[in-house]
């Protein structure tokens, strides 16, 4: 069992996975000041925004500026959700660092949420990659595969088709790969032995894993997680976000919770978790009505938390 890696990397998703969850729309100022703060808490990846059609996510119409804001700010790698080719042409032309493309395993959720099948979305990735290298862009592919764990609609989803739908992702030419809970089914068990063979085949090419907190075990998962040696997770500030189709989904892993829970185990994020706990509750003003999540917040730090546990701050 590989040693527990550091640093580990918290990537922040509440501005495109949890904003688009919420009806309400956050002034484009608002999302600045959100990355600037995110910023200067230390985190040093975040997920802006979405180039889909703004009539289908008016949430996320802005995420070309955002992009242009977020790239000014210095040691920060700006990423954005894609769902096809055109979308792709939209992110390498605003020169994001890297952008995500969705695949669920799930043959019917799949259909639900893209309208493709899983070998469709394949295929679209491969079309991507051909249009970034005749670009020339350095805009990295990284797909995400969902519904990793099982599925509200289909149910069982096999891991040997999760593997199957990565080895063919990295065929068509994906950079990263990763996997994602996403209507909170995964366990620690379940995510230990599933994250051991995707390391197997994806190597360092396993970027990222991504837990739903649906029903309360997103922190588990991601120490499960740790043990096989991947060192990045998603996370949305607040705990926001979910998947339309997880009735009853209580959101995203929560950033500000697991950047306490990995200081305490001694790996380094570079993150100021009380500068986080600040923005936190200065988002939740903004998105006043909502429902948030988390536990941090409520009774604060502990007064024998050492910042020095998080080690290096980042760059």
């Known amino acids: ?60 119409a802005d995420t070309a500026e955002l992009v242009a804001f977020a790239k000014t700010l210095p040691g920060l790698s700006v990423s954005v959700l894609v769902p096809n080719l055109t979308g792709a042409l939209r992110a390498i032309d605003a020169q994001a660092d890297l952008m995500l493309v969705p ?6 959720h799949s259909l639900a949420n893209l309208r493709k099948t899983p070998d469709e979305v394949v295929a679209e990735v491969a079309r991507i990659r051909a ?38 992702l990295l ?9 994602a ?19 197997a085949i994806a190597g360092d090419r396993f970027w990222c894993g991504h837990f739903h907190d649906t029903r309360g075990l997103a922190l588990a998962n991601v120490c499960a997680a740790l043990e096989t040696g991947v060192a990045r ?21 929560t950033s500000e919770d697991l950047a306490f829970l990995l200081a305490g185990m001694g790996c380094s994020t570079g993150i100021d978790v009380a500068r986080l706990l600040v923005l936190r509750t ?12 988390g536990a941090l917040w409520r009774a604060g730090l502990p007064k024998t938390f050492n910042p020095s546990t998080t080690a290096a701050t980042a760059a």
């Open 103 to 108: 695949l669920s395993a799930s043959h019917a």
């Open 282 to 293: 200065k988002v939740a003003g903004w998105l006043a009505g909502e429902t948030l999540h």
């Open 233 to 253: 997770f998603d996370a949305s500030l607040a705990g926001i976000g979910g998947c339309p189709h997880a009735p009853g989904a209580s959101g995203n892993a």
């Open 171 to 179: 065929d068509a030419g994906a950079d990263r790969v990763s996997i």
């Open 1 to 60: 069992m590989p040693s527990r890696p550091t640093p580990v990397i918290v990537r922040e998703v509440g501005l495109r996975d949890g904003l688009q969850s919420i009806a309400k729309v956050l002034p484009t100022e608002r999302k600045i000041e959100w990355i600037a703060d995110a910023h200067a808490a230390g985190q040093r990846e975040i997920e802006v925004g979405s180039f889909v059609p703004a009539r289908l996510l008016p949430q996320l």
């Open 181 to 199: 809970d996403t209507v909170g089914y995964a366990g620690p068990s379940a995510v230990r032995d599933l994250f051991e063979q995707a390391r």
């Open 131 to 168: 249009a970034r290298d005749a670009a020339g862009s350095k805009t990295l592919i990284e797909s995400g595969i969902g519904t990793a764990f099982g599925c509200t609609l289909q149910g069982e989803v096999a891991p040997a088709e999760v593997l199957r739908c990565m080895q063919a």
